[in-house]
């Protein structure tokens, strides 16, 4: 098993890019993280810590948990929540 640092492409919507400023991030965590381990590194970024403790976050087309682990090049997709008719 690999220990080398693994990058994951955080993609970010609607209101959560405009408070990082970005709708966009490369993280390198560890090999083996979490969704919840990426998302205490989204919000650590400047003005993250508005950010509510638990988002909605999916990976390719499917939601997942806080305890999903990564692998190298996955991209999380941070969705805001929906309202509407």
Do not use: C, K, N, W
Request: charged share 15%; aromatic share 4%; hydrophobic share 45%.
């Amino acid at each position: 098993m690999s220990t080398s640092p693994i990058s994951i492409r955080v993609l970010l919507f609607a209101r959560y890019a405009e408070v990082l400023g970005q709708s966009e991030l490369m993280l390198q965590v560890p090999h083996g993280a979490t969704v919840s381990e990426v998302m205490e590194r989204v919000r650590a970024h400047p003005g993250g810590s508005v950010l509510p403790p638990r988002m909605l976050v999916a990976r390719g087309l499917e939601q997942v948990d806080y305890q999903t682990t990564l692998a190298a090049g996955d991209e999380l997709a941070v969705l805001p929540p929906m309202s509407g008719g």
